[in-house]
Every structure is written in C-alpha cells, then in structure tokens.
C-alpha cells in the first residue's frame, strides 16, 4: 500500500502549529517573588538561567495534533493497494427468472447500470458480450462473479468476450423463436440497351444472393428505391438524380469511369492480385466499379466461386452474429484487470479531527484544570 497527495499545498497549513506554541509560551504560569525579612540581607545569587518550559503539555499536545490533522485534510491523502472487500456477484440476462441467490451475495441484471435483481428486468435485446466486458471493469479486481445467460444467447458482438477473471458461466436452456433474416439486397439496372453476357452475370449474381432472378428494369428517368443496389452501365456520368440518391446513402454498381469521381481504392481483387472493383465515396454512399466489362474473360474474378459473398460483403457489409451457442461464448481470459481505485481518507480524517476537538474542549474547559490553558 501507498499514499499519495492530491493537493500537497495543503502541507503548508502545518505552518499553524506554531500558533499553539506560541500561545502556551505567552501564557505561562508567573509566580511572584514575596520577600522575608530575615533574608533580604543575605548575599544575592545569580539567577539560574530560566528554561523553556511548557504547562500542560497534554493539552498542547491534542491542539498541535488537531492542527496536523486539518493540514493533512487539506491535502486529500489517497491510499492505493488497499485490499477492497465485496462480496460475490451474480448476474442475470433479463427473461430469465432470478435464481436463488447465495447468503451473503450481489444479485444484478445483466443490463445496462445493472440495477439490481429486486427491480423489474430491463425489456429489449440488450448487448450482453459488451455489458459483461463493463461489469468486468467495473467490479474490483478478485470479486466471484456467477452470470446466467440464455442458451443459445443474444446480444453479440462478433467476438468473444475477454474477461480479466474466471467467470462461473450458467446458461439456461431456452426456446429458440422464429427469427427474420435480413432480406438481400436488390439490384435494379437502369432500362437501356445493355449486353446481353451483362445481363447474364447479373442475373447470377440476384440468384446467389437472394434466390430470385434479376429485377425488371428501371424506367429512364427512375431511381432505385432504399435498400436496393442499382447498376449503372452505360458510357457516361451518373444522372443528377441518381447521384443524389448515392449522396443519401445508395449504393452503385457501374462499368465505366465516367460514372465514379476520384481516384478510389480497390476493394476486391482475383487470385492474380489485379484489382477487379473500386470504390468510390459520393456523400453516404458508394459508387462500386468493375475494373473491366462484366464478361469472364475480362473479368477473370467473375469464375471464383466466392466472387458473390465478397462483393455483397461490399455492397452491404454482413452484420455480426447476434445468435450463437452460450457455451460457445464463455469468456475468455487474459483481459487487463481493472484498476484498483484509490481509498479517499477524508471521511476517517473528519472523524478524527471531531473526536480529536471534543477532547480538546473537555481538556481546556475542565474545572481540575486551575487556569486556562
């Protein structure tokens, strides 16, 4: 353990202990000479030389350390590495009933500010790998900490948690409900005359995606509606609608270099390492363009089988999984612990500096005393 000043200055009050001494020097005890006749003929001696002598040196005592205690007050003494008692937690994902709790132990919800088991549990999907990387900062270093989580769990991130401490992992078998995956995107080709091998690759790439064959064409002067992929393949720049439309967050996928602006960065490339798509930033969204025409011999990526998911991670990233086996997402250790906080010493300070003035008074005002010190 350490101690640390968060305002040394406040050392200086120690300055004041010289007012006690001062005072107990000034009002010492002065004792009357009285003279005798039979000896005011005898020989005067020489005085012994007076020595510096303090009445009451308990009293003295208590003020000077009162005193010392209001200085160390001021400098707000901290002590580190203090050990921090508390007792075992164990937290609870919300939708699970509450089990019963251990004498002596936290019971929290697994939600956010982890109000506690007494409370209504929190509605909603809540990001449990995240809370329980907060809670492992939040607790100090050495707490038990026993979580229940619903298998299979919700609420992921796309990585698995690493905690500072070895967690008592309880998963709690639950119904998996039905769940709605997100439709896949799209694409919508601008109604011009196109070739017909474009065509073909296109209506490929809607299979793999989504199953379905390729949308009818759009009118000429007509946009893609949000959340579809449109396809510019004519010889010349994005029309005014268009390009506003790509400003609010569409996603483009085009041929010629009249249709992109900039320089772009490569985003995809063929086992060759030659580039094969661009991107290209216009406001939110994106303008995606192939290197080549969409043919198989131009465009030797088209082959790879893998050619559909990477350009759909591109033209809509894959979120992260939010559905996963619990036992599959116990923590790991070998995250940093949490950093012990310092203990703030006021509060022991002013109680020491209340019963320190009480015995003060009692000393200074006791009838026993004689004289005011």
């Known amino acids: ?60 005592l208590v003020r000077l350390l009162l005193l010392a205690a209001l200085a160390v007050l001021l400098a707000r003494p901290l002590l580190h590495g203090a050990p921090v008692q508390t007792p075992p937690w164990v937290v609870v994902a919300p939708g699970l009933s509450p089990p019963t709790l251990p004498a002596g132990s ?46 299979p769990m919700r609420g992921l991130d796309g990585e698995r948690p690493r905690l500072s401490r070895a967690v008592n992992w309880r998963p709690v078998a639950m119904p998996v409900g039905a769940t709605v995956a997100d ?12 070739e017909p091998s474009a065509l073909r690759v296109l209506d490929a790439l809607q299979r793999a995606w989504s199953g379905q064959p390729l949308s009818a064409a759009l009118a000429t002067d007509a946009v893609p509606d949000q959340g579809q992929v449109g396809v510019w393949l004519a ?26 602006t ?20 216009l406001g939110r969204g994106q303008v995606l363009r192939f290197t080549a025409a969409l043919s198989a011999d131009a465009l030797p990526i088209l082959r790879e089988p893998s050619f559909p998911r990477r350009l ?32 703030d010493l006021a509060a022991w300070l002013l109680v020491l500096i209340v019963l320190l003035f009480a015995l003060e008074r009692w000393m200074a005002t006791a009838p026993r005393r004689g004289a005011g010190a």
């Open 1 to 60: 353990m350490s101690l640390s000043l968060l305002f040394p200055l406040g050392l200086l009050a120690l300055a004041s202990l010289l007012v006690p001494l001062l005072i107990h020097l000034a009002r010492r005890h002065h004792y009357a000479p009285l003279e005798f006749a039979a000896l005011r003929w005898l020989r005067a001696k020489a005085r012994p030389r007076q020595r510096i002598r303090f009445d009451e040196w308990p009293l003295l």
């Open 106 to 151: 936290e019971g929290r919800w697994l939600a956010p500010g982890f109000p506690a088991l007494q409370d209504t549990a929190p509605a909603g999907r809540l990001p449990l790998s995240s809370l329980l990387r907060e809670l492992d900062q939040t607790l100090p270093k050495g707490t038990e900490l026993t979580v229940y989580v619903p298998d």
């Open 183 to 194: 439709s896949a995107p799209q694409l919508r080709v601008i109604d011009t005359d196109q």
């Open 235 to 260: 010889d010349a720049p994005l029309p005014a609608a268009w390009q506003a439309w790509v400003q609010a967050g569409g996603s483009v996928l085009a041929v010629s270099t009249k249709a992109a």
């Open 262 to 281: 900039g320089m772009g960065t490569t985003v995809l490339q063929d086992a060759g390492g030659k580039a094969a798509v661009m991107r290209h930033a």
């Open 312 to 343: 759909l991670e591109q033209v809509r990233p894959l979120p992260p999984p939010q559905l996963a086996p619990a036992a599959a997402q116990a923590p790991l250790t070998g995250a940093t612990p949490p950093q012990t906080q310092p203990r």
